[in-house]
């Protein structure tokens, strides 16, 4: 299975900044997503995050909120922008390797703490 | 559309006691159903999966899950518990051409002495 590496792996922002965070993967991966995972609750996925074109969000997620690049088959980043208290979450990275679809593998994700 | 409904969300039980926690999925097209579990302060980690094939799936540390395909359900078993074994576990269910995963709110199983 595929290995992730998610950066940073924790920050506490101020309110009102946005945090970038990286996912690169060890491999060329077709199918690349973001979740949250909401203090005490399961993981909602955000976006799929497309190579070459704009990722497809999910409902109750824009854009402009959580920006998401895609440059490669490796790596992708997930902005939160304009935070408040409300985006403190773990935001996790996962992706399936091609032609694996039990290979779902998820990063060890990012806890975010808004203040 | 696809969810995932875990039915209890939180499980106390006795060191070697038995557990079972309860998934019940919907979907309108054929699934794959995983179950993941999560240590306190780690990451998410496949413990087992059904994509096809026998109902009966096992993870290598004891615990097991069957597809009912009837009850649309794929509950997680294991005869005997550890204290190790406290964790958060996550039904997922992912079905048709997206590969998109929907989990369940979870359920948190503590295991006392």
């Known amino acids: 299975s595929a290995v992730i590496s998610q950066k940073p792996s924790r920050d506490i922002c101020q309110r009102g900044t946005s945090l970038t965070i990286q996912c690169q993967v060890d491999s060329q991966v077709t199918m690349m997503f973001w979740y949250r995972q909401q203090p005490g609750q399961s993981l909602t996925l955000i976006a799929t995050a497309n190579q070459g074109s704009e990722a497809t969000y999910e409902s109750g997620f824009v854009i402009d909120k959580f920006p998401i690049s895609r440059p490669n088959l490796t790596f992708s980043t997930l902005t939160v922008s304009n935070m408040s208290p409300e985006d403190s979450s773990i935001y996790l990275c996962?992706?399936?390797?091609?032609?694996?679809?039990?290979?779902?593998?998820f990063g060890s994700g990012t806890r975010l703490t808004v203040v | 559309a696809q969810s995932v409904t875990q039915l209890d969300s939180q499980v106390p039980v006795f060191e070697e006691a038995p557990v079972e926690l309860r998934c019940n999925y919907s979907s309108s097209v054929s699934v794959y159903l995983f179950w993941y579990v999560q240590y306190p302060n780690q990451g998410l980690q496949l413990l087992l999966k059904?994509?096809?094939?026998?109902?009966l799936v096992e993870s290598i540390n004891g615990f097991e899950a069957e597809f009912n395909k009837s009850q649309t359900s794929f509950h997680l078993r294991k005869p005997s518990v550890h204290i190790s074994d406290t964790a958060e576990y996550f039904c997922a269910v992912s079905g048709g051409s997206n590969y998109k995963l929907t989990f369940g709110k979870g359920t948190l199983l503590t295991v006392n002495p």
């Open positions: 059904y994509l096809s094939g026998s109902t």
């Open positions: 996962s992706v399936i390797p091609p032609g694996q679809i039990d290979g779902y593998t």
